[in-house]
């Protein structure tokens, strides 16, 4: 068993103690029983091939609504939930959720649709993801190539043995990896060659400047051509206008998800949006570059 940081972590409460740190303390408090507690929910953000318009995956997302402080941000707690060594138990029972709502798309006959779960660079580099894995997809009996794990450029910098080691026995089992927000870290395109990765994510400040600012474009560009020579496939993410969405598709951009086609949505509407989505497509192959 690897070492959990923070998990005998105490605190200790003295009358100086600011507002923040008291905010602070509170939020842990309720994020340890949030997960016995049911809090936690998962939404769905279709990602659309950008030729044909179909729905080819989600991105699952973690929400976590709590009756005291409502909903809060993944930006928020998933940091915290690190550092008080709860994202494991959190991820676990996120993994099984996802895949099985996966499965659930096969069995109710939406087709091939794909799954993708991020992985915190912290959560990656406790212990036993590997085993969450396999344990995840036997006990669902998902197929591993229907599910994509979001790594961190940032996790891929660290440059470690044990790092790319890991993410070579995680690819073995048939598992898609795909660099989530890529541009942001400091990685050079060509570095990526030596690493195994399937998928390159650009980062949507990218795509939301793109238009504007020709460094952006350029970088996006230049993102799409050089992911293509490694044979990556290239998915662009924060799509939120068709303008955005015809320039990716022209430039050869394989995948997109954002608001543009549809925000995060729970499990039943997501269903809804693909059962939609794939009938008008049936009927109006023009209807490609539809809103939703
Ligand atoms: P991310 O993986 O880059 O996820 C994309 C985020 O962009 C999501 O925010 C999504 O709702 C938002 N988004 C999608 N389309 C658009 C768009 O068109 N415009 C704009 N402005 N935003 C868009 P969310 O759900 O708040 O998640 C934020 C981050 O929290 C995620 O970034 C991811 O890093 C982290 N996160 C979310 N769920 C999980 C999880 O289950 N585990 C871990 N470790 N991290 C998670
Ligand atoms: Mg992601
Ligand atoms: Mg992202
Ligand atoms: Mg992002």
């Known amino acids: ?36 507690g049911e809090e936690f929910h998962l939404v769905f953000q279709p990602l659309v091939d950008l030729k044909t318009g179909e729905v080819t995956a989600a991105e699952t ?68 993801i590997l085993q969450i894995i396999e344990r995840a997809l036997s006990e669902s009996g998902l197929e591993p190539r229907l599910l994509t794990i979001e790594i ?16 070579e026995s995680i690819r073995a089992l048939g598992v898609t990896l795909s660099v989530d927000d890529f541009g942001t870290g400091y990685s050079s395109l060509s570095y990526l060659k030596t690493l195994p990765v399937d998928v390159l994510k650009i980062d949507r400040s990218f795509i939301a400047d793109m238009l504007d600012n020709l460094d952006d474009a350029t ?3 230049a993102i799409i051509a050089m ?49 939609s989505r794939s009938s008008s497509n049936a009927s109006s192959p023009s209807q490609v570059f539809d809103s939703c």
Request: charged share 20%.
């Open 1 to 36: 068993q690897a070492k959990q940081a923070g998990r005998n972590t105490f605190r200790f409460f003295t009358p100086a103690m600011d507002a923040r740190a008291q905010a602070r303390s509170r939020l842990a408090d309720e994020l340890a029983g949030a997960l016995e």
């Open 61 to 128: 997302l973690l929400r976590w609504h709590n009756r005291y402080l409502g909903v809060v941000s993944p930006e928020q707690f998933v940091p915290l939930a690190e550092e008080l060594g709860l994202i494991r138990p959190i991820g676990e029972w996120l993994l099984m959720a996802a895949c099985h709502e996966a499965l659930r798309w096969q069995s109710l006959g939406l087709g091939d649709i794909g799954v993708a779960v991020n992985i915190s660079p912290r959560q990656f580099q406790q212990g036993d």
């Open 152 to 167: 961190t450029e940032g996790l891929l910098l660290t440059n470690s043995e044990e790092v790319i080691a890991k993410l």
């Open 219 to 221: 970088l996006v560009d």
């Open 227 to 275: 992911g293509h020579s490694m044979r990556l496939e290239v998915v662009a993410e924060g799509i939120e206008t068709e303008d955005q969405l015809v320039y990716l598709a022209e430039h050869g951009c394989n995948s997109g998800q954002g608001y543009h086609f549809s925000p995060p949505l729970s499990p039943g509407r997501f269903r809804d949006f693909v059962l």
